[in-house]
């Protein structure tokens, strides 16, 4: 896989980038009708998304040819994703960084000002690496969480992109390292959206129970750094643009305001989403069976009398 991965970011690097953008975005849809397994994922996540979903998170009867159109597009966004992905190391970065609007960037003036640390949080929408690369180019103290556990090769590929570029990439195992980060003011990248997990912390997102992970929120309390949503929105082939969240206090680490952080968190995500449904890669489970969301809402619940007892 790493070899062919190579080779065709080399192909991919000769060729001109809008007809091969268009052509990953056509063909991506056959991982979607060929893949029955990943298929029914992208239903029941699409269904809830849209609010037509039943009970159970399956899409209604009446939804059906709604749920695919939009699952369908979002597998075509997904695709030109890749062709930007495989792109990027035959390119310079200053060419990057000029596709992005960074109109709203001022919020990270404001933080590097005052040597103020925070926690970006987002999900896998967009593209967050050339979003990464744009603030990168602009020398802002960026550090990128990361897992190297499933392909560790093409982790280190990726992360020597990355560090060409000027940011720092931190294996999620090492939070000494992400700690020093916050000491010095820069900024920590976190993804949120890896599916639920029944030990995160509970919340509601598009109107459902899940969970999302609880370490934004615990690094926040203590780097004493606000959280800040984003979503690197691409606004049309080759053009994107960064929008943040309201910066999110994450209070004193307690259970209590782990949850309502948390939960800011994925209200926040949710309005930006809303933006540009589609290109949410919404690939894995993110919400569980009814019975489990009646006791994550339980869970939350008694969080929140404890915090009031």
């Known amino acids: 896989m790493y070899v062919g991965y190579r080779a065709l970011m080399g192909l991919v690097g000769l060729l001109p980038p809008r007809p091969v953008?268009?052509?990953?975005?056509?063909?991506?849809?056959?991982?979607?009708?060929?893949?029955?397994?990943?298929?029914?994922?992208?239903?029941?996540?699409t269904a809830i998304v849209l609010g037509v979903a039943d009970?159970?998170?399956?899409?209604?009867?009446?939804?059906?040819?709604?749920?695919?159109?939009?699952?369908?597009?979002?597998?075509r966004s997904y695709g030109r994703y890749v062709a930007e992905l495989l792109r990027l190391p035959s390119r310079p970065?200053?060419?990057i960084a000029a596709q992005v609007d960074l109109r709203e960037v001022t919020l990270l003036d404001e933080f590097r000002a005052r040597r103020q640390a925070a926690i970006f949080v987002g999900f896998?929408?967009?593209?967050?690496?050339?979003?990464a690369a744009s603030l990168a180019e602009r020398a802002y103290d960026i550090s990128v969480v990361a897992d190297d556990s499933a392909f560790?090769?093409?982790?280190?590929?990726?992360?020597?992109?990355?560090?060409?570029?000027?940011?720092?990439?931190?294996?999620?195992?090492?939070?000494?390292?992400?700690?020093?980060v916050l000491r010095r003011g820069g900024v920590v990248v976190l993804?949120?959206?890896w599916g639920w997990k029944p030990d995160g912390i509970p919340c509601t997102l598009f109107g459902r129970w899940t969970?999302?992970?609880?370490?934004?929120?615990?690094?926040?309390?203590?780097?004493?750094?606000?959280?800040?949503?984003?979503?690197v929105r691409r606004e049309s082939p080759g053009a994107f643009r960064v929008l943040f969240g309201a910066p999110i206090d994450a209070g004193d680490g307690s259970p209590a305001a782990q949850l309502a952080a948390t939960q800011a968190t994925a209200t926040a995500m949710e309005s930006l989403m809303r933006t540009s449904l589609e290109q949410w890669n919404c690939f894995k489970p993110m919400w569980p069976s009814a019975e489990e969301q009646a006791r994550l809402e339980a869970r939350a619940a008694a969080i929140v009398r404890g915090a009031d007892a």
């Open 152 to 180: 560790p090769e093409m982790f280190e590929l990726l992360r020597r992109i990355r560090e060409s570029w000027g940011l720092k990439v931190i294996d999620w195992r090492a939070i000494r390292e992400v700690f020093a």
């Open 21 to 45: 953008e268009a052509l990953f975005a056509a063909a991506a849809p056959l991982a979607y009708l060929l893949w029955p397994a990943k298929r029914r994922i992208a239903d029941g996540n």
């Open 55 to 75: 009970v159970e998170g399956r899409p209604k009867p009446d939804s059906v040819a709604a749920v695919r159109a939009h699952a369908l597009a979002t597998y």
């Open 191 to 193: 993804l949120s959206d």
């Open 211 to 231: 969970t999302l992970p609880s370490g934004p929120a615990v690094l926040a309390a203590r780097g004493r750094a606000p959280i800040v949503p984003f979503f």
């Open 124 to 131: 896998h929408a967009g593209n967050n690496e050339l979003g």
């Open 93 to 95: 970065l200053t060419e």
